[in-house]
């Protein structure tokens, strides 16, 4: 399941705005003495939505919207329990300055100046990170969201000789590795580059996971990160995450990783295994091209390995077990982690089904066969 948690939020938070009349707009200003950053969706015909976080916590609060008869927009907040908890009355001054009020629910009234956030003016200090670089294009509210992350190493650990260093984020309390300056890789800092991008993206997931009915309290999403691999040659790690930033139900998914610690290249699974010839990624070719490799000749095959090692059976009712593991379409794109014994999968189910999601090992010797051509290390 690579990268799922980051897709979802990906889509939910930095959706593009751009055909017919919808436009997001963001905002800078205060509240009372308190600065924040503002984001207004506008959808045309009346049909608003917007949050904000202040600049002190950095946490997504989401508002509902309602229109006034005198042309006043109302933004609140609310839970189960209190009608309203904090409420923004605007007005609109011109396209993108906005003033009003705040007041929360005892009738507390504060002042709200709001005006177009001018991202020439942000002092990012991590602008040579390819991922704030994306964010600056498309996601400006995380662009100055992350111009305010503290970063602290906390702790060291240590896995079969070699030492990772640990940092914590502040706003966020989210929790990850580095490669020790201790070690000898000779692509310790493009790699360390990479796992930084990897923390800032937690970061902003975390403070970005937000829902209508509770105040975003930067635990919305549970993160472990565990190392799996690591010798002279590649470093394996993998990244799971529980989360619920509002709908329906909470979630899960885990992504591993793989580096070579000479290039700093990041493998994908397919870079390792190979079924046929026409084995491709999607970086690669196209989701087309990569798509129909896996549904052709990788689920199939790692299907048929799991069946025989783990010697799975279709269940008699699917309805009662739907942990149908012999189903080869939940082959299709399992999450994995590169580890001493050889590679283990998780399947992904269909949403009702997550609980069938354990994970199963193919050992080395076994795959052995499949190993891509062009992946230089022996499967061990």
């Given at each position: 399941?690579?990268?799922?948690?980051?897709?979802?939020?990906?889509?939910?938070?930095?959706?593009?705005?751009?055909?017919?009349?919808?436009?997001?707009?963001?905002?800078?200003?205060?509240?009372?003495?308190?600065?924040?950053?503002?984001?207004?969706?506008?959808?045309?015909?009346?049909?608003?939505?917007?949050?904000?976080?202040?600049?002190?916590?950095?946490?997504?609060?989401?508002?509902?919207?309602?229109?006034?008869?005198?042309?006043?927009?109302?933004?609140?907040?609310?839970?189960?329990?209190?009608?309203?908890?904090?409420?923004?009355?605007?007005?609109?001054?011109?396209?993108?300055?906005?003033?009003?009020?705040?007041?929360?629910?005892?009738?507390?009234?504060?002042?709200?100046?709001?005006?177009?956030?001018?991202?020439?003016?942000?002092?990012?200090?991590?602008?040579?990170s390819k991922y704030i670089q994306q964010l600056r294009k498309e996601a400006p509210e995380n662009f100055i969201r992350s111009s305010y992350l503290v970063f602290r190493k906390d702790t060291v650990s240590g896995y079969n000789g070699h030492k990772a260093d640990w940092y914590s984020e502040k706003f966020s309390k989210t929790s990850f590795m580095r490669i020790s300056a201790t070690e000898k890789s000779e692509a310790k800092n493009v790699i360390n580059k990479k796992l930084f991008d990897l923390h800032l993206e937690m970061a902003i997931n975390q403070l970005s996971c937000s829902n209508y009915s509770a105040y975003n309290d930067a635990e919305g999403i549970d993160y472990s990160t565990s190392i799996s691999y690591w010798d002279s040659n590649l470093l394996g790690f993998s990244n799971f995450s529980s989360y619920f930033c509002g709908g329906a139900h909470p979630d899960f998914g885990s992504t591993g990783y793989l580096f070579d610690l000479h290039s700093g290249k990041e493998y994908e699974l397919d870079d390792i295994i190979a079924f046929d010839k026409s084995v491709t990624t999607e970086a690669k070719t196209n989701f087309t091209a990569y798509s129909a490799y896996r549904s052709n000749f990788f689920a199939p095959n790692l299907a048929k390995l799991m069946i025989k090692q783990h010697q799975f059976e279709k269940p008699k009712d699917e309805e009662e077990d739907p942990c149908d593991y012999t189903n080869v379409e939940y082959w299709n794109f399992p999450s994995w982690t590169y580890t001493k014994e050889g590679i283990v999968f998780t399947p992904i189910f269909y949403r009702a089904a997550r609980s069938c999601e354990d994970s199963f090992l193919l050992l080395f010797k076994t795959l052995m066969p499949y190993k891509n051509k062009d992946f230089k290390y022996q499967l061990k």
């Open positions: 399941m690579k990268n799922t948690l980051f897709c979802l939020l990906f889509l939910c938070l930095l959706f593009s705005f751009s055909s017919g009349q919808n436009k997001r707009y963001i905002l800078e200003g205060n509240i009372g003495k308190s600065p924040v950053v503002f984001m207004l969706d506008d959808y045309g015909n009346n049909d608003l939505s917007a949050k904000y976080f202040y600049k002190s916590t950095l946490r997504d609060i989401r508002l509902e919207y309602e229109k006034a008869k005198n042309g006043d927009l109302i933004f609140s907040f609310a839970d189960t329990y209190i009608k309203y908890k904090e409420k923004f009355v605007l007005k609109r001054k011109s396209t993108t300055v906005f003033e009003g009020i705040w007041k929360d629910s005892k009738n507390k009234e504060l002042s709200v100046s709001l005006h177009e956030a001018d991202l020439s003016q942000i002092k990012n200090p991590f602008l040579d």
